[in-house]
């Protein structure tokens, strides 16, 4: 082992500082100043020419997928004599400026995670950190590029006329507003406008962090759009795919440029390199299971694997991802080791292997998206499969609660998210017993309890027959806004995160623990954690939602009918928290101000479900017209019966939290009780009933005392208290 060290430890010194050294050291001046230069002008090459060979990879790739496709460039099929084609700048141009657009937003992605995640550092901006940065306004200056590039070739290409033809900017601006492939490229565009501007005036790892979390949602647009979005099955399709490019984007781009801070020798690698683990197993789950679902989305047999250019390059995919958990499981258990001695050659091996791995399946996803999928020659998808993303259900039938247990509809979202909720909390609890810390049971079963009624509501027939008839989706509505909030805020989820994650380091950036403290105390949960506020929201956004045509606009569109769902559940979670929660908040009102507020809420409630069932009017009239469902109620009818429901449900949850209520405020009380005994037993002088007591004992005991002989008409009062001329 003495002899495995020393031989690591001469290499690092002669890699690093040794050559350097020893020419320092004869008083070769000239030699020395050259080899730095050397130094310098490799640690700025080798980097640059990593990246461009990743670029160059993932294009090749992508021209060689193509062909095997049977794409002709271009993708999709090949030309047909008498149709007017959109040119080779266009077949070749727009599978080209989609692989540079993916490589640079990874890049960008990366470089922002180095900056303020990655490499340790204070809060301000470390020499590295600016580097950085200013390399990720570079990387989003091109993906805008790029974006632009690809709106106007996506236009050429549905409208199969030269990039001459269409470049008009009333044509270009009427793409953006119409087709929303257009759109997604507009925001695209803009996100990566915005992160290279504001980028340039960066110099705190806070605002990198904010520039980050937009340069991830920049990449989830064009996820919407494309072949996911006119699939069958489409909601499970566009939620995967967009799990699946924020995954790659994160791992893609925070390896990468890992690579390049070891290339780069930069302080805090094996920091850097332990931090990104940790996201890399994370993306790497996610990465799997979103591409699973894609695949059993797009390929009716397994068979179809190898039997189509399709099914074999995603079978290539599926062997790069296998290699790239191999060599990530082999980091953690061998090169992270090596980087703690100081030793980068093993860890520079393995991972550019992964860079060059990771830009071939890039180029292979660009190929993939741009070949048509087997099966794809079927029926014609119904104007209810259009819609709904899954066929119409069958009708409800004699025992109507039955289909709402029995059909199941896949939702990623919710799946992938209950999954990672449920891991994380038994994670943290875990890590509590582990340093022997109690942690209450009824808290976890509460939490578990919460996520596996989201699930039924989100996956069963309630989420199936929720698109299908407006009684069944009033009833989703309410126990996302209703039950699960309950389970989940008596789970404590922030008060367990702030015992299990460590604290951050003196003088460093905030860790997760410190973000999660400041966005509990922050302004903006101390508005809307307000009762007043926290009531408006939870009542007034049902109003909003379906009083307005917002309701019809959400239903025909799966992200919009996700955000719809995700609010009813984010704005029950915030009126039960402040009812009910555990967790530290900026204000806790005390107990008996929390029943007032459910009790001034809950006839608002009432009131919005008897409007709902006296309506004359149908609630987003236009999407179950569109719909067409030829079985069951009325239209106005199953309006009636979802306002019946939701204000017949209603009550239950609103029961429950009064009893909830009354036994925390008990506890609360004997909670208190005991703390002031415990006071009294100490003699605790700051306890203010202590304090006041021994006024009262004071009092008494001065009542007590004997009293000298005093002036007549005053007893107990000597001559010599009576004052002076001088004193009075």
């Known amino acids: 082992m003495t002899g495995d060290r020393g031989t690591t430890g001469e290499r690092a010194m002669t890699t690093d500082r040794g050559v350097t050294g020893d020419r320092a050291t004869t008083g070769d001046l000239g030699t020395t100043g050259d080899h730095a230069m050397t130094g310098r002008r490799a640690r700025a090459v080798r980097p640059a ?94 993906w805008a590029l ?17 990039v001459g033809a269409v470049l008009d900017p009333a044509v270009v601006a009427d793409f953006v507003v119409t087709d929303a492939r257009g759109r997604a490229y507009a925001a695209v565009t803009g996100a990566g406008l915005v992160v290279a501007t504001l980028g340039l005036g960066i110099t705190t790892v806070r605002w990198v962090r904010a520039a980050l979390a937009l340069a991830l949602a920049g990449v989830l647009p064009p996820a919407f759009t494309g072949h996911s979005a006119a699939s069958a099955n489409h909601d499970a399709a566009v939620t995967s795919l967009a799990l699946h490019v924020t995954g790659v984007a994160v791992w893609v781009g925070g390896l990468t440029f890992l690579v390049v801070a070891a290339l780069r020798r930069e302080n805090g690698l094996g920091v850097a390199a332990r931090r990104f683990s940790v996201l890399a197993g994370a993306a790497f789950l996610a990465v799997a299971a979103s591409g699973l679902v894609s695949a059993v989305v797009r390929l009716p047999s397994p068979g179809l694997l ?13 062997l790069a991802l296998a290699a790239l958990g191999a060599l990530g499981l082999w980091h953690r258990r061998r090169t992270l080791r090596s980087l703690d001695l100081g030793t980068r050659r093993p860890f520079l091996r393995i991972a550019t292997g992964e860079v060059l791995i990771m830009a071939a399946a890039t180029g292979l996803a660009v190929a993939l998206s741009r070949t048509p999928a087997p099966g794809g020659g079927g029926a014609e998808p119904t104007r209810a499969e259009e819609l709904l993303g899954f066929p119409m259900p069958p009708p409800l039938g004699d025992f109507p609660w039955t289909p709402l247990f029995t ?13 990672a909720a449920a891991l994380l909390y038994l994670a943290g609890v875990r890590r509590l017993r582990a340093r022997g810390d109690a942690w209450p049971v009824g808290r976890t079963v509460s939490w578990l309890a919460g996520l596996a009624v989201t699930v039924l509501a989100t996956m069963s027939g309630l989420a199936v027959y929720g698109k299908a008839m407006m009684s069944v989706h009033m009833g989703q509505h309410m126990v996302l806004a209703m039950t699960v909030p309950i389970l989940l805020v008596l789970g404590a989820p922030a008060t367990l995160a702030l ?19 400041r966005l509990l105390h ?29 309701f019809e606009t959400l239903m025909r ?33 005390p107990h008996l101000g929390r029943l007032f507020v459910l009790i001034l809420t809950m006839p608002f409630h009432s009131w919005f479900s008897i409007s709902v069932m006296s309506s004359v009017d149908v609630i987003g009239e236009g999407w179950w017209t569109d719909l067409a469902r030829g079985w069951g109620p009325s239209l106005l009818d199953d309006q009636y019966n979802g306002g019946a429901i939701a204000w017949a449900t209603g009550d239950i949850p609103v029961l429950v939290t009064t009893v909830i209520l009354a036994v925390q405020w008990v506890r609360s009380d004997a909670r208190e009780a005991r703390r002031v005994d415990r006071q009294i037993d100490r003699g605790d002088a700051n306890d203010p009933l202590a304090a006041y007591n021994a006024y009262l004992a004071s009092l008494h005991a001065r009542d007590r005392a004997p009293r000298p002989a005093g002036i007549p008409g005053q007893p107990g009062r000597a001559a010599s208290d009576h004052p002076t001329r001088e004193e009075s």
Do not use: C, N
Request: no cysteine; aromatic share 8%; charged share 10%.
């Open 557 to 589: 569109s799966h992200l919009g009918h996700m955000v719809m769902l995700v609010h009813f559940l984010a704005v029950g979670l915030l009126f039960f928290w402040v009812v009910i929660g555990i967790d530290p908040g900026p204000r806790r009102p």
């Open 306 to 318: 190898f039997s189509s250019a399709y099914g074999r390059m995603l079978v290539l995919k599926v």
């Open 146 to 162: 790029t974006a632009a590039a690809l709106l106007v070739l996506t236009l050429s290409d549905l409208f199969a006329q030269p």
């Open 407 to 419: 059909q199941w509809h896949f939702d990623p979202l919710f799946a992938f998210g209950s999954a």
């Open 522 to 550: 922050s302004p903006w949960v101390r508005l809307v954690s307000h009762p007043v506020v926290a009531s408006a929201l939870f009542i007034g956004s049902a109003f909003a939602v379906y009083y307005t045509s917002l």
């Open 49 to 142: 020419a990593l990246l461009l060979g990743a670029v160059v990879l993932a294009v090749l790739v992508t021209a060689v997928g193509l062909g095997a496709g049977g794409g002709g460039g271009a993708g999709g099929g090949q030309s047909v004599p008498g149709i007017e084609d959109a040119g080779t700048l266009t077949a070749w141009g727009l599978p080209i400026a989609r692989v540079i657009g993916d490589m640079a937003a990874a890049a960008t992605v990366g470089a922002l995670l180095l900056a303020s995640v990655l490499l340790p550092g204070g809060r301000r901006l470390g020499a590295a950190q600016l580097r950085y940065v200013a390399v990720a306004v570079v990387a989003a200056a091109v």
């Open 499 to 517: 015992r299990a994650l460590p604290a951050a380091a003196k003088d460093g950036p905030d860790g997760p623990r410190e973000v999660l403290l």
